[in-house]
């Protein structure tokens, strides 16, 4: 099997810190000042945040590795754990995350797909997440996943004030 999916442990802590913080330096590095890409990752990136996160009951992790490489991962929250207040039939997205390199594969798919029958198995009514508003190629597979804008809330990357957008999908 090319594709293989597995749920994180603690045992992944650093692993996890690591892909986390090159994920998200591929991702927004060019269009964001290196203060603020410093900024955001010192207050991100620390051990005793990604413990808690881990071991919280309403969040869960998911390793995707492609060729038996680590390709990218995800992050699902519900109730008390989503980052903004969708309700209890929510879902959260919060991260979901492919290194450059695997990029174009499928995998984010496969992980959408994951979420996707989490939140059925859990009986929830919709799937969210936020993505920034400059994101296209992000925000054009979401849309291609039947994806739709119904919001936006502020995230800051260092002092800077930008614009996630808000995306839902109604579950059938």
């Given amino acids: 099997m090319t594709i293989h999916i597995r749920k994180c442990t603690i045992g992944d802590l650093d692993s996890l810190l690591d ?96 979420a996707h029958d989490e939140a059925q198995r859990l009986g929830k009514k919709n799937i969210w997440l936020g993505v920034w508003e400059y994101n296209s190629n992000a925000i054009a597979f979401y849309k291609k996943q039947n994806f739709k804008e119904v919001g936006a809330h502020s995230f800051f990357m260092g002092d800077d004030e930008q614009t996630d957008l808000i995306l839902k999908k109604e579950l059938i």
């Fill in 19 to 114: 892909i986390s913080k090159k994920t998200f330096y591929e991702t927004f590095e060019k269009q964001n000042t290196e203060e603020n890409m410093s900024a955001y990752s010192e207050k991100t990136y620390q051990k005793e945040k990604f413990i808690s996160e881990l071991e919280h009951p309403h969040s869960q992790f998911f390793y995707i590795f492609y060729k038996d490489e680590l390709a990218g991962f995800l992050k699902l929250n519900i109730l008390s754990a989503q980052s903004e207040p969708m309700g209890d039939d929510a879902l959260e997205v919060e991260r979901i995350y492919i290194l450059n390199d695997f990029q174009k594969l499928g995998l984010g798919k496969a992980l959408l797909k994951l």
